[in-house]
């Protein structure tokens, strides 16, 4: 993944708002979607069930929260 510091997405601020409490139950028994480290080291599966749409289970993200997902977890996942 590429690192550029000068990127401002950071988790608490942006990415971990995107996901819903029930969002956050259902992915529970695989990891916790409000944690920077899973959020992290799942970022690659995660995105790709964003693109498939598939995740959430209840409907697809707008393409804008799907691209600020993928900015930050190819620019700021690892802070």
Do not use: Y
Not at 23 to 46: C, G, K, N, T, Y
Not at 48 to 63: F, I, K, S, Y
């Amino acid at each position: 993944m590429a690192t550029d510091r000068n990127d401002p997405t950071g988790f608490e601020a942006d990415i971990k708002p995107l996901f819903r409490e029930k969002d956050r139950q259902a992915m529970l028994r695989h990891f916790d979607l409000w944690s920077h480290d899973d959020v992290s080291r799942h970022a690659e599966r995660i995105l790709a069930r964003l693109r498939e749409g598939t995740m959430p289970c209840d409907h697809a993200w707008p393409q804008e929260q799907t691209d600020l997902f993928q900015r930050w977890a190819e620019t700021g996942s690892r802070e």
